[in-house]
């Protein structure tokens, strides 16, 4: 307990470390050290706070400014009322609001809020810490936050700790509804945490993703997750906190592991809009996903004209499209929609709304230009004697043709069309080669709707990059729901050449016959999906036409085998599907593939998806780390060299520091925690 009291004090303190006897820089030389604490009052750890006054003051050696102190600011337990924090002369007070529980410990924690006057250097890691009992409580936990669905980890994201007594409670989710957390943390941007002043009990812990800032958890906004069992900080184990001298925080080995997650909000039912976006056109949205729909019809038009698109996942926006005549499409539209909504109690029962549309035409300040400037023309030929002939409008009718220059053969021709189609003319669309000599050949060819969207075709063919191709779709080919057709349209195009790309050949060894994976061939950040396989089963899967370089391969266990990534639940207490990067023996994520060649890999899922350990975060966490700094160094070199080529040797980057020193000072070890 003893190494317990004086790295908890240590860290809290660290603000004060700093080289005795500083002499200001002479010659104008920026100054880039921050503010000092000169003076608490009342003293940093205050015990029996309770009889102290409400207001805090901290003096600094030099004048000082308060910067995004919303973001920065937060208390640890959190107040209903947060204390007011303003300049005074050469320091800041901190005025407390809130009502202060008996035999608590309580952390203000400023962050880097605080920054000098002159250059806006921040004094990082700020707190002040008192007691209203008789001890200031001293124990401490560290863990990783990572994202569940991109698997990198999460900076600035709020660790609250709940009494775990009040676990007997059935739901746990309402923790975080219902009681106040008894312990406030915040990860660094590294995705690590270090919070203090626990005292020697159980706590549930959550982490929060505070996307607006108002430190509390609001569905569909914030991210969040939870570790499935208590935590007792006495109990977690041996761990190191340290002192990040690159990036200015207190970092540590972790000892627990959080995903965190978008949860779908819990929402009541309800028809909340529909609209008459055109005249072909009525949107319906619902106020909760996959609304379940008994009769929905319309006056005058028959059901099977009326074409369903679902625009969102969940099914909760849908986009109704009438395969009807102009003249048949009435300007009022009335229907009637049968569907089961939320009551007031919350409960879903059966209802019927009628709906009535009107569509008028809107006329735009460019037409309403081009129509006056017909009407001055029409009126100066009349005035000649002259018949007047309008100039031809533009063809209404949209459509985006992806052909022309190369074609990737796995993604072959998208024809993609504003609206949905009512017919096509297929026979007078032509595929050909085009030879340098002879006539052109035909090609045998399909054009097929795409399943996951209506208004999305594509044109298959069994493609030959040796080969020259073109694409003939003729006038009138493609009729839309609203009766308009289309202009004719003419692609030259090639296959993109096999041996420019890299091919990927993935085995997969599944956790058993029966288990399904979603794999993805990205890039190193995992933004871009090259390729991708969904029901992805044990067998061996060949990736062609991946760009060359480096890539990643992630892999999502797909436990209902949906083909899709499905979050967590607090109410359930169900943690998110499980998504990992292949890393091999290495354990590095990146792997490089060169262009006319092909790599082979085993995915062992039994491996990729073993039982996330503390020692295997710590070991990725390191490996990231020891990339950053190598990263660090390498740009730190060209900066030098291009100084030494330019003959104007600058200043050191990063304080001054050397190879040597860059590698040696990154990490000031604070102390070792033996639990």
């Not at 880097?112 to 200031?136: K, M, W």
């Not at 009628?354 to 100066?380: C, D, K, M, P, T």
């Not at 330019?646 to 040597?660: D, E």
Request: with cysteine; glycine share 8%.
């Amino acid at each position: 307990m003893k190494h317990i009291v004086l790295v908890a004090a240590v860290v809290s303190t660290v603000a004060f470390v700093r080289c005795a006897n500083q002499v200001a820089p002479q010659g104008g030389v920026k100054d880039s050290l921050p503010p000092v604490v000169r003076a608490m009052t009342p003293v940093w750890g205050q015990r029996n706070a309770d009889t102290m006054p409400r207001r805090i003051f901290i003096e600094y050696d030099e004048y000082v400014q308060i910067k995004d102190l919303q973001k920065e600011f937060f208390t640890s337990p959190l107040m209903k009322t947060r204390p007011t924090v303003t300049i005074r002369g050469r320091g800041i007070r901190i005025d407390i609001k809130d009502t202060l529980a008996a035999n608590q410990t309580y952390s203000l924690n400023l962050g880097s809020a605080i920054v000098d006057n002159n250059e806006g250097n921040p004094l990082y890691d700020h707190s002040y810490v008192f007691s209203t009992g008789s001890a200031i409580d001293s124990l401490l936990a560290t863990g990783y936050v990572a994202d569940a669905m991109r698997g990198d980890s999460v900076s600035r994201a709020f660790l609250y700790f709940f009494d775990a007594a009040l676990d007997t409670i059935p739901d746990y989710d309402s923790l975080l509804f219902k009681q106040h957390p008894v312990v406030v943390g915040r990860t660094q941007n590294n995705g690590i945490f270090v919070a203090q002043n626990l005292r020697e009990m159980y706590y549930r812990v959550y982490a929060i993703q505070d996307n607006n800032n108002n430190q509390r958890y609001d569905p569909g906004t914030d991210k969040v997750g939870f570790i499935d069992s208590v935590i007792h900080p006495v109990r977690l184990g041996t761990t190191s906190v340290w002192r990040d001298e690159y990036r200015k925080y207190t970092t540590a080995d972790p000892q627990t592991y959080i995903r965190i997650f978008a949860e779908e909000p819990m929402r009541r039912q309800n028809l909340n809009t529909n609209e008459r976006p055109g005249r072909h056109q009525v949107v319906l949205r619902f106020a909760a996903p996959r609304p379940r729909i008994d009769t929905l019809s319309f006056e005058g038009i028959d059901d099977d004209r009326v074409i369903r698109e679902y625009m969102t996942a969940g099914r909760d926006t849908i986009s109704l499209w009438f395969d009807v005549p102009p003249e048949s499409m009435p300007d009022t539209l009335r229907g009637r929609i049968a569907y089961h909504k939320s009551d007031s109690l919350g409960n879903i029962v059966p209802s019927s709304q009628a709906i009535r549309l009107v569509w008028r035409q809107a006329e735009s300040r460019e037409e309403a230009r081009e129509r006056e400037r017909e009407e001055r023309e029409r009126a100066r030929a009349e005035e000649r004697g002259e018949e007047y002939t309008p100039p031809e409008k533009p063809n209404p009718f949209g459509f985006k043709v992806d052909a022309g220059g190369q074609v990737d053969p796995l993604k072959s021709i998208p024809i993609e069309f504003t609206l949905p189609l009512a017919s096509i003319d297929s026979a007078h669309i032509s595929l050909t080669t085009q030879p340098d000599l002879g006539a052109p050949a035909p090609v045998p060819f399909t054009l097929e709707r795409d399943t996951m969207n209506i208004r999305r075709w594509v044109i298959r063919a069994g493609w030959d990059e040796t080969k020259n191709y073109r694409l003939t779709i003729g006038k009138g080919v493609f009729t839309n729901v609203a009766g308009e057709r289309n202009d004719s349209l003419g692609a030259n195009f090639k296959i993109m050449p096999k041996e420019d790309f890299a091919t990927l050949t993935l085995k997969i060894n599944g956790k058993t016959p029966e288990a399904r994976y979603i794999v993805q061939v990205t890039d190193p950040g995992g933004k871009t999906i090259f390729r991708e396989v969904k029901d992805a089963a044990t067998g061996e899967y060949t990736f062609p036409y991946i760009p060359e370089g480096d890539v990643s391969i992630r892999v999502t266990e797909d436990g209902n085998a949906n083909g899709r990534w499905d979050s967590g639940s607090l109410v359930e207490r169900r943690q998110p599907e499980r998504t990992e990067f292949y890393t091999g023996e290495t354990g590095d994520p990146v792997v490089a593939v060169k262009k006319n060649w092909q790599t082979d890999i085993i995915l062992d899922m039994e491996t990729i998806f073993a039982p996330v350990t503390i020692d295997k975060i710590q070991r990725d966490l390191q490996r990231a780390e020891d990339a950053r700094v190598s990263k660090f160094l390498e740009e730190k070199a060209a900066r030098d060299a291009e100084q030494r080529r330019q003959g104007t040797q600058g200043q050191q980057q990063g304080g001054g520091m050397g190879i040597g020193g860059a590698l040696g000072g990154a990490r000031q070890q604070i102390g070792s925690i033996a639990q």
